[in-house]
């Protein structure tokens, strides 16, 4: 059934069933916050004491819960689970051609260095990407794979955009107060695309990141030699924002990869990424030194694909 609770001080909590419905409390409520596992917004509102007035649960929107495999990709609606998102990918992986779920696969390993199991069975898809953090680790492989994001207005209007045109600032994404990510759709790779995942923490188990990554590589054969044809090298950690390392790109696209592309893109990538001496976090030299160390392995892992 819908719900509509009422709590201490006007808090009022919503759990729609239909798209409709919620579009509606959207646009009565424009300041509203939605919530799926909650793993953000209650640590917002206990720990850092934020106020928010309507809560609208979007758990049981049947168009947000959506997880189809399509002839070029997979359609991940944003109230997915990560637990469920996780067994989808391992799904895909098995039933795919091996060339079509490198983002996949990406995904997989990063998935198992994300939180625990209890916060992976409730933390969405949308949630990550919406709290933009700049530590999240799954948004540069969004980025990095390609993903378009489906936003829906009050009214019912779709618009897309690329995952990495999505992020603008410190926790700050394209959204107005009357939109809402709808879906995530991610494309299948292509032969000769491979996708990488990066994090490195103190831990190895459910520890937030010094610095994570997500890489991609399309590369093409022309007069015997394996041309880079399109790239994508994003990191998370070293800003306020999931940041693509754009000059780099723009270097390696047109270059044949081999060890001098490497060497090359590795002295572009210092002037790239910079991480300032006061840097929040600390570790400069260390998380500098990672943002390197990611892309020699990219490097040499891609090589390996290639044998
Ligand atoms: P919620 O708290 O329900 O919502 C988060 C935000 O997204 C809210 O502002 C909400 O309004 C907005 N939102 C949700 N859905 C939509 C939508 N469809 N459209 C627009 N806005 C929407 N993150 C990592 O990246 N890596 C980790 O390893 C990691 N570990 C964690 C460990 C712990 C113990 C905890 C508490 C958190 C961790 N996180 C981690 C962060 C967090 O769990 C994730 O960001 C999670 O995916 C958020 O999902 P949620 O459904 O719980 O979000």
């Not at 995904?107 to 069975?121: H, R, S, Y």
């Not at 709808?182 to 990488?196: A, C, D, Y």
């Not at 188990?205 to 880079?228: F, H, P, Q, S, T």
Request: net charge positive; proline share 4%.
């Amino acid at each position: 059934n819908p719900l509509n609770l009422s709590g201490f001080g006007g808090l009022k909590w919503y759990r729609p069933l239909k798209l409709q419905h919620l579009l509606e409390l959207k646009s009565k409520y424009p300041d509203s916050k939605l919530l799926v596992g909650n793993t953000e917004v209650g640590i917002e509102m206990r720990l850092k004491r934020m106020q928010y007035q309507v809560l609208i649960s979007v758990t049981h929107v049947p168009e947000l819960n959506v997880l189809n495999v399509k002839d070029d990709g997979l359609e991940i609606g944003a109230a997915v689970r990560l637990t469920e998102l996780l067994k989808m990918f391992r799904k895909v992986v098995t039933e795919r051609p091996a060339h079509e779920t490198s983002s996949c696969k990406a995904f997989i390993e990063q998935i198992k260095w994300f939180a625990g199991t209890q916060i992976k069975n409730v933390a969405s898809v949308g949630g990550n990407i919406c709290t933009a953090s700049p530590i999240s680790d799954l948004n540069p492989l969004w980025m990095a794979s390609g993903a378009k994001f489906h936003i829906v207005d009050c009214k019912g209007n779709i618009r897309t955009t690329m995952a990495e045109e999505f992020f603008l600032g410190y926790r700050k994404v394209d959204l107005t107060s009357g939109e809402i990510l709808l879906s995530i759709f991610l494309p299948w790779t292509r032969p000769f695309e491979f996708v990488k995942e990066f994090k490195q923490a103190h831990r190895r188990d459910d520890d937030i990141a010094l610095v994570n990554a997500g890489m991609r590589v399309y590369l093409e054969e022309k007069d015997e030699e394996w041309v880079v044809s399109d790239a994508l090298l994003v990191y998370g950690g070293v800003a306020p924002l999931s940041l693509s390392a754009k000059k780099t790109k723009t270097f390696i696209v047109g270059k044949s990869w081999s060890q001098e592309l490497l060497q090359n893109a590795l002295k572009i990538l210092q002037t790239d990424i910079i991480l300032k001496e006061d840097a929040p976090g600390g570790m400069v030299d260390f998380r500098k030194s990672l943002t390197l160390s990611f892309f020699f392995k990219f490097f040499l892992w891609v090589s390996h694909q290639m044998e």
